[in-house]
Structures are given as structure tokens and as C-alpha cells.
């Protein structure tokens, strides 16, 4: 479970306002905002209350929690705005250290903010790098965010694990002092072999698996997506990180509508038999010199610009 300090929720809830109807994202067993008379809010998990309550008996820690009655399950696969009934739509969101785990960011978002009105906030809680066991991985770059979005991976991608395994820490060995180089390799918690068997298996079998797929900080955070903003993947304005401990806050103001949407799966991976006029192109010099697979990889990319552009 995640602590706030006081005036870390009074800052949240002064950017937040939390007026009308609210959604928070996976509390799972401690919401930022309680239900009740202050609060008409609703919660939406990944899974049912029952299986929530099944996973707390199995966790020692949280063996004895209460866990909140969720009232909307976010099937994977399926669009949030489908979950909830016809016309519902929210005032405000939170989403407290959930985005981290998500393996496409920019969609995960674009789903939450399909749900909020116009005007509507959304604050996300993320951890910050410096402050954990992340400290020595890399940032998440608008690249990869960019990639993911294209892509929309429904579990997280060989480099994400990879980067996460390769270059976490051992939290039970460190205790919290994260800044000594030689703790990069002397406290791994896992191997580069653990780290590429791993990826290989989710690979095959398409498994998620929960872990920090994104790493960021409070200014790295809102340089990033001021540039998805810019590029058009969203239409929102970002508001300066609130910043506490091993956390920050970012509250996500909806405009409107992004520009561009992201492209539709079959339409950027379109069968080999759709693409002899594409193969065409190919019969020169780069059909010559270049392999089969960098072939196909530009096949395919022309697939994305044209699925952008029709967007």
C-alpha cells in the first residue's frame, strides 16, 4: 500500500477538484479517496473484488485488509468506456502508482481520459526513480512511449522486462539507500540469464507479468509528454509535478480529443498476401543488398504511416 502525506492530498485535491463523479483506477486495497458523502466516486480494478480479497488472503501482509468493493471490472482487452454503462461519464480520475506497471502508457491514458468530460482531471502517482529500486534503469524516453502506442503491447514488451530485470535492485538488501554505484551489481535482484529467459517465455506465451515497465521522474515525466501532447497523441495540459518522498503527482487536464488516434492492429500488420504492391517497390537495389527481415520491417512501417494518416 502507497501512504500519502497531508499536504501531499491537499495539493492533489486543490488541482484535482474532485467535484461530481469520480473514477479511481485499481485502488486495490487503499483508495486515495474513500466512498461516501465527501465523495461520489467508483472504482474500477482489473480483476473482481473476489479475486482481490482471494490474492490478500495469499499475501501475509495483507492478510487482515479490508478490500474495497470495486464496482467495475476493466476486462483486459476491452475499451474502459465499454465497461461502465451507456452515456456515463466522470468529472475527475486517479490513478495511484498503476501507470508504471502499464505497458502502454499513452493508450492506458487515452482509455481513463475517454471517460472524463471535457475540463476533466486525472491525476496519476508515479514513483520516482531516484527513490527506489529503479534507480539504476533507464528513463523512459517519448520513443518508446511513441513505439508502445503504435504497437499496444497487452503485456509488457522483451525490453521492458529486460530493463527492469537486468537492472533492479533487491529492495531487502538495499534499505533505501539507493545512490552507491556498486549496488548496481552487487544487489541485483535478478540475472541477465533470469532477465532473457523471462522476456523469451512472455514472448511465447503472451503472459502478463507485473512489473515497472515505465521509469520516470517528475521532470523528465512532464518534458515527455509535453512532446505526446505537441505531437498530438493527446490533447491535455500538464500541471507541475507535486513532488513527496519516494513519489510525484502529475494532474492531466482534458481538452478535447487527441489528433491522432492510434492505428488499428490489422491495419499496421496486414497479412503478406496484402502487400505485393508493396513488395514491388522492393525490387531494386534495397531488394538486393538488404535481408528478407528488413524487408518485411519496411513493409510494415509503410503500413503505420498510412494507418496514421488515414487518422
Given at each position: 500500500?502507497?501512504?500519502?502525506?497531508?499536504?501531499?492530498?491537499?495539493?492533489?485535491?486543490?488541482?484535482?477538484?474532485?467535484?461530481?463523479?469520480?473514477?479511481?483506477?485499481?485502488?486495490?486495497?487503499?483508495?486515495?479517496?474513500?466512498?461516501?458523502?465527501?465523495?461520489?466516486?467508483?472504482?474500477?480494478?482489473?480483476?473482481?473484488?473476489?479475486?482481490?480479497?482471494?490474492?490478500?488472503?495469499?499475501?501475509?501482509?495483507?492478510?487482515?485488509?479490508?478490500?474495497?468493493?470495486?464496482?467495475?471490472?476493466?476486462?483486459?482487452?476491452?475499451?474502459?468506456?465499454?465497461?461502465?454503462?451507456?452515456?456515463?461519464?466522470?468529472?475527475?480520475?486517479?490513478?495511484?502508482?498503476?501507470?508504471?506497471?502499464?505497458?502502454?502508457?499513452?493508450?492506458?491514458v487515452c482509455e481513463?481520459?475517454?471517460?472524463?468530460?471535457?475540463?476533466?482531471?486525472?491525476?496519476?502517482?508515479?514513483?520516482?526513480?531516484?527513490?527506489?529500486?529503479?534507480?539504476?534503469?533507464?528513463?523512459?524516453?517519448?520513443?518508446?512511449?511513441?513505439?508502445?502506442?503504435?504497437?499496444?503491447?497487452?503485456?509488457?514488451?522483451?525490453?521492458?522486462?529486460?530493463?527492469?530485470?537486468?537492472?533492479?535492485?533487491?529492495?531487502?538488501?538495499?534499505?533505501?539507500?539507493?545512490?552507491?554505484?556498486?549496488?548496481?551489481?552487487?544487489?541485483?535482484?535478478?540475472?541477465?540469464?533470469?532477465?532473457?529467459?523471462?522476456?523469451?517465455?512472455?514472448?511465447?506465451?503472451?503472459?502478463?507479468?507485473?512489473?515497472?515497465?515505465?521509469?520516470?521522474?517528475?521532470?523528465q515525466f512532464v518534458?515527455?509528454?509535453?512532446?505526446?501532447?505537441?505531437?498530438?497523441?493527446?490533447?491535455?495540459?500538464?500541471?507541475t509535478p507535486i513532488?513527496?518522498?519516494?513519489?510525484?503527482?502529475?494532474?492531466?487536464?482534458?481538452?478535447?480529443?487527441?489528433?491522432?488516434?492510434?492505428?488499428?492492429?490489422?491495419?499496421?500488420?496486414?497479412?503478406?498476401?496484402?502487400?505485393?504492391?508493396?513488395?514491388?517497390?522492393?525490387?531494386?537495389?534495397?531488394?538486393?543488398?538488404?535481408?528478407?527481415?528488413?524487408?518485411?520491417?519496411?513493409?510494415?512501417?509503410?503500413?503505420?504511416?498510412?494507418?496514421?494518416?488515414?487518422?
Amino acid at each position: 500500500m502507497v501512504s500519502h502525506a497531508p499536504h501531499v492530498t491537499n495539493a492533489v485535491l486543490e488541482l484535482l477538484r474532485p467535484e461530481g463523479l469520480g473514477l479511481e483506477i485499481a485502488p486495490y486495497f487503499d483508495p486515495f479517496l474513500p466512498k461516501g458523502d465527501e465523495f461520489n466516486i467508483f472504482y474500477a480494478d482489473y480483476i473482481s473484488t473476489e479475486e482481490i480479497r482471494a490474492k490478500a488472503e495469499q499475501n501475509p501482509d495483507f492478510h487482515d485488509v479490508e478490500v474495497p468493493e470495486v464496482d467495475f471490472v476493466w476486462t483486459p482487452g476491452k475499451a474502459l468506456i465499454d465497461c461502465f454503462p451507456s452515456g456515463m461519464c466522470f468529472n475527475y480520475a486517479i490513478a495511484s502508482h498503476v501507470m508504471e506497471h502499464v505497458p502502454n502508457p499513452i493508450g492506458w491514458v487515452c482509455e481513463i481520459l475517454s471517460v472524463l468530460s471535457i475540463g476533466g482531471r486525472l491525476a496519476l502517482f508515479l514513483p520516482d526513480r531516484r527513490r527506489n529500486t529503479d534507480y539504476f534503469r533507464n528513463l523512459t524516453t517519448f520513443a518508446e512511449l511513441v513505439s508502445w502506442w503504435i504497437v499496444q503491447p497487452a503485456c509488457p514488451t522483451p525490453q521492458q522486462i529486460v530493463d527492469f530485470m537486468g537492472s533492479s535492485l533487491d529492495s531487502g538488501k538495499v534499505n533505501g539507500d539507493y545512490s552507491n554505484p556498486q549496488l548496481s551489481q552487487k544487489f541485483r535482484a535478478y540475472t541477465d540469464v533470469d532477465a532473457i529467459q523471462t522476456a523469451c517465455f512472455v514472448a511465447r506465451h503472451g503472459n502478463y507479468l507485473d512489473l515497472h515497465a515505465t521509469v520516470w521522474e517528475p521532470d523528465q515525466f512532464v518534458s515527455v509528454f509535453q512532446r505526446i501532447v505537441d505531437a498530438g497523441l493527446l490533447n491535455v495540459e500538464i500541471s507541475t509535478p507535486i513532488l513527496h518522498d519516494l513519489e510525484f503527482v502529475i494532474v492531466l487536464t482534458k481538452h478535447g480529443e487527441p489528433r491522432l488516434k492510434a492505428p488499428r492492429k490489422p491495419e499496421i500488420w496486414p497479412p503478406m498476401a496484402e502487400q505485393k504492391s508493396l513488395s514491388e517497390r522492393f525490387k531494386g537495389r534495397a531488394r538486393r543488398y538488404l535481408p528478407e527481415w528488413q524487408l518485411n520491417a519496411l513493409r510494415q512501417l509503410r503500413q503505420v504511416f498510412r494507418a496514421v494518416r488515414r487518422n
